[in-house]
C-alpha cells in the first residue's frame, strides 16, 4: 500500500518535471519575442528617435552620431542599406544553392554508385554543423584574394569603378552558398526519399525515361518538401551573421548601386552591423539595433511559417 | 506532350514514317536522358569537390600551426585558454541542455496526448530553431547579462547556448525515444510499473545509443557556435582563466577566431601573418574536432543497429 502510494507520488512528480521542461521552451520563444519587441519600437517614439519611413528607405546608418557631417553628434537610422545587403545576398545565394542542391539531392536518391553516397553522406553531416566563423575564415584568405585577383583586370578594362577588393556581396553570396548548401540538401533528400517507390515503379513501367521518372515524377511529388528545404536554407542564409561579415567588411552602401561592380565592393548587411557594432553602444543607438534584430526575427518567424504550411499540405512525409 | 503531337497528325502517316518517327522521338528522349544524367552526375562530383577541398584547405593550411608547440601553450599566439574555455562552455552548457531538453522530449513522447498542446510546444521549438543566433546573442545580453546580473560570463553564455540548442536536442531525443517499440511500453505497463517506473527502466535503456548520438551531435553545435556568444560570454581572457569559476568572461575557439579575423590588423598585438598562421590552426582544430564528433556519433549509431538487428 504504502509502496504504490510512494511510486503514484513519484509518477506525478516525474510528469510535473518533464511539464515543466516541455513548456520552458514556450516561454523561451515568448521572452525572445517579447523582450526584442520591447526594445524594437523604442527609436520610433523615444526623443532623438526616427520614423519608419526614414529607417526603411534612407541609407544612411549612423546610429552614434560619429559620422554627421554637420559635426553636431546627430544620429542616423536610415537602414535601407543593411536591410537591401541582407535581401541581396540571401536571393542570390539561395539562387545559385537551389540548382546545386536540388540536382545533387535527385541524383543522390535516383542514381548515385555505392561508393558516390558513402562519401557524400557523412560530407553533408559534417558541413551541416561546420562553424559560420571557419567558412568565414576560409573566404577571407582565399575567396576574397581569389575575387580581387580576378576581377582587378576585368574592371579595369571596363572602367568600373572600385571593384578591385574583392569583398562585398559577391563574396559573401559564395561563402553563404557553402553554408546553406548543405541544410538545404539533407532536408531535400529526406524529402526525395518520402515519396514511396511505388511512383517510381509506376512511372516507368509507362515506358517513361529515367530522367522523364525523376522530373515528371518524383519532383513534383516532394515538391512541397523541396519548397521546405529551400524556405530553411533562406531562413538560414538571412540570419547567418560571422562568415559574412567576415567578407563584407564595409561600413555603408557603395556609392554606384546599379553599376556592374556593386557585388565586388565592400558592403553592409544586418547581421555583420549587429555582430560589429552592437556591444560598443548604448542608450538610443543601442536601440537602433533591437529594431534591426527585430526585422531579422520577423523575417525568419515569416519563413518558419512558410515552411510549415508547405510541410502541412505535403502528401509524402 | 510530345506523344501526343506525334500520334495526332491529320495525315495517317505510312508505317514506315510511323516507324522513324518514333524512332526519332526514343532517340531524342534518350538523348535528353543522357544529357540530364551527366548534368547531374557533374553536379553532384562538384558539390562533393567542393566538400573534399574545403576540408583539405583548411586542415592543409592549419598544418604549421598545429606541428608548432607554441600553438598549444598559453601565451598570445597559443590557444591553451581557449581550448579550456571551449570544452568548459560545451560541458556546462550540457549540464543544462541534456535534462531540460530530454525531459521536454520524454514529455512530448510519453506523457502528453497528440494535440494542441504538443502542437503549440512543436510549432515553438521550429521557431526558436529558426531564430538567427545573433539575435538570441542579444537577447541572452538583454536578460541574462544585464536583467538577471550575471553580466558577460560563462553562465550567461551557457544560457544563451541552451535557448540556441533546445530545439536540435529536443528533436534528436524525440527521435531516439521514438525508435523504441511500442510493445516494450506495454511490456512495462501490463506488469504493474507505473509510468515513470516504465521510462525509467524500460524506455530509457533502449533509447541509450540514440540519447547519446543527440548527445554527441548537439556538443558539435556548441563547439562550432561563435554569433550567440559574441555579447554574452565576450571576447578576452581574464589572467585566472583556468578556473572553474562560472562567473568569468572569457574566449572559445571561435569567438578567438573572429576576434583574429574581423577586428582588423594588429588587435591582438600580433602581425598580420601571425594571426592569419593562428587563425588557420584554430580553423583545423575545430575541424578536426567536428570530424572525431561525426565519427563518434556514427559509431554510436552502428551500435544501435547491430542491438536492432541481434535482438
Redesign the interface.
Known amino acids: 500500500m504504502q509502496y504504490s502510494q510512494r511510486a503514484r507520488w513519484s509518477d506525478q512528480i516525474a510528469r510535473a518535471v518533464f511539464f515543466f521542461c516541455a513548456i520552458l521552451l514556450i516561454v523561451i520563444i515568448l521572452a525572445v519575442i517579447g523582450f526584442i519587441s520591447s526594445k524594437a519600437f523604442s527609436i520610433f517614439f523615444e526623443h532623438g528617435g526616427t520614423s519608419f519611413k526614414t529607417f526603411f528607405t534612407i541609407d544612411n546608418w549612423d546610429p552614434t552620431g560619429v559620422n554627421d557631417p554637420t559635426g553636431n553628434g546627430h544620429p542616423s537610422f536610415g537602414a535601407f542599406g543593411l536591410i537591401l545587403g541582407s535581401i541581396v545576398v540571401t536571393l542570390f545565394s539561395i539562387l545559385i544553392v537551389i540548382p546545386l542542391a536540388l540536382g545533387t539531392a535527385v541524383f543522390f536518391t535516383e542514381m548515385a554508385p555505392g561508393w558516390l553516397t558513402s562519401i557524400l553522406k557523412p560530407l553533408i553531416e559534417i558541413f551541416t554543423g561546420v562553424p559560420s566563423v571557419v567558412v568565414g575564415f576560409l573566404g577571407l584568405t582565399i575567396l576574397v584574394p581569389f575575387l580581387s585577383h580576378l576581377l582587378t583586370p576585368v574592371a579595369k578594362s571596363l572602367g568600373i569603378v572600385g571593384a578591385t577588393a574583392g569583398f562585398g556581396w559577391g563574396a559573401a553570396i559564395l561563402v553563404l552558398v557553402v553554408m546553406v548548401l548543405p541544410t538545404t540538401l539533407s532536408i531535400s533528400i529526406d524529402a526525395l526519399r518520402a515519396v514511396p517507390g511505388s511512383v517510381r515503379e509506376a512511372s516507368l513501367a509507362l515506358g517513361s525515361t529515367r530522367w522523364q521518372m525523376m522530373r515528371r515524377a518524383i519532383v513534383p511529388a516532394a515538391s512541397t518538401g523541396l519548397g521546405t528545404a529551400i524556405v530553411l536554407g533562406m531562413a538560414r542564409a538571412i540570419g547567418e551573421t560571422l562568415a559574412v561579415a567576415l567578407v563584407l567588411a564595409g561600413n555603408s552602401l557603395p556609392k554606384h548601386l546599379f553599376s556592374l561592380g556593386v557585388f565586388f565592393q565592400p558592403n553592409v548587411n544586418i547581421t555583420a552591423s549587429i555582430a560589429n557594432d552592437f556591444a560598443e553602444t548604448s542608450g538610443v543607438s543601442q536601440d537602433a539595433y533591437w529594431t534591426l534584430a527585430f526585422v531579422l526575427l520577423t523575417i525568419s518567424f515569416i519563413f518558419i511559417c512558410i515552411s510549415r504550411y508547405l510541410a502541412s499540405r505535403s502528401v509524402y512525409k | 506532350m510530345s506523344i501526343q503531337s506525334a500520334s495526332s497528325t491529320t495525315f495517317p502517316p505510312s508505317d514506315e514514317a510511323r516507324l522513324a518517327q518514333q524512332g526519332r522521338l526514343v532517340r531524342r528522349?534518350?538523348r535528353?536522358?543522357a544529357i540530364?544524367?551527366s548534368?547531374?552526375?557533374f553536379?553532384?562530383v562538384?558539390?562533393?569537390v567542393?566538400?573534399?577541398a574545403?576540408?583539405l584547405?583548411?586542415v592543409w593550411?592549419g598544418l604549421p600551426a598545429l606541428s608548432n608547440p607554441t600553438f598549444y601553450g598559453t601565451g598570445s599566439r597559443g590557444i591553451a585558454p581557449e581550448l579550456f574555455n571551449t570544452f568548459y562552455i560545451l560541458i556546462l552548457t550540457e549540464i543544462f541542455l541534456f535534462?531540460?531538453?530530454l525531459?521536454?522530449a520524454?514529455?512530448?513522447v510519453?506523457?502528453?496526448r497528440q494535440g494542441w498542446l504538443t502542437s503549440?510546444?512543436h510549432?515553438?521549438?521550429?521557431?526558436?530553431?529558426?531564430?538567427?543566433?545573433?539575435?538570441?546573442g542579444?537577447?541572452g545580453f538583454?536578460?541574462f547579462s544585464s536583467d538577471a546580473h550575471l553580466s558577460i560570463s560563462r553562465l550567461a553564455g551557457a544560457l544563451t547556448l541552451l535557448?540556441l540548442n533546445?530545439?536540435l536536442g529536443?528533436r534528436l531525443f524525440e527521435d531516439a525515444l521514438n525508435t523504441v517499440p511500442r510493445e516494450l511500453r506495454e511490456g512495462g505497463l501490463a506488469l504493474g510499473a507505473?509510468?515513470?517506473?516504465t521510462?525509467r527502466t524500460v524506455v530509457l535503456p533502449s533509447a541509450l545509443p540514440g540519447i547519446i548520438t543527440g548527445l554527441i551531435?548537439t556538443a558539435?553545435?556548441i563547439?562550432?557556435?561563435?554569433?550567440a556568444l559574441?555579447?554574452t560570454m565576450g571576447l578576452f581572457n581574464p589572467a585566472n582563466v583556468f578556473t572553474l569559476d562560472p562567473t568569468l568572461a572569457s574566449d572559445t575557439l571561435?569567438?578567438r577566431?573572429?576576434f583574429l579575423?574581423?577586428s582588423g590588423a594588429g588587435s591582438s598585438g600580433l602581425t598580420s601573418a601571425q594571426e592569419?598562421l593562428l587563425?588557420?590552426g584554430i580553423?583545423a582544430i575545430?575541424?578536426l574536432l567536428?570530424?572525431l564528433?561525426?565519427i563518434a556519433a556514427?559509431s554510436v549509431g552502428r551500435l544501435i543497429q547491430r542491438r536492432l538487428t541481434a535482438a
Open positions: 528522349l534518350h535528353g536522358n540530364a544524367s548534368v547531374l552526375w553536379v553532384t562538384l558539390v562533393t567542393i566538400f573534399v574545403i576540408i584547405n583548411l593550411t535534462p531540460i531538453s525531459g521536454a520524454i514529455f512530448l510519453e506523457y502528453a503549440v510546444i510549432f515553438a521549438a521550429e521557431t526558436l530553431a529558426g531564430v538567427p543566433s545573433i539575435v538570441l542579444m537577447f538583454l536578460v535557448c533546445f530545439p529536443l507505473t509510468k515513470w517506473r521510462i551531435l558539435g553545435k563547439i562550432g557556435e561563435a554569433a559574441l555579447f571561435t569567438t577566431l573572429y579575423k574581423g592569419t587563425a588557420a580553423s575545430l575541424i567536428l570530424l564528433i561525426n556514427r
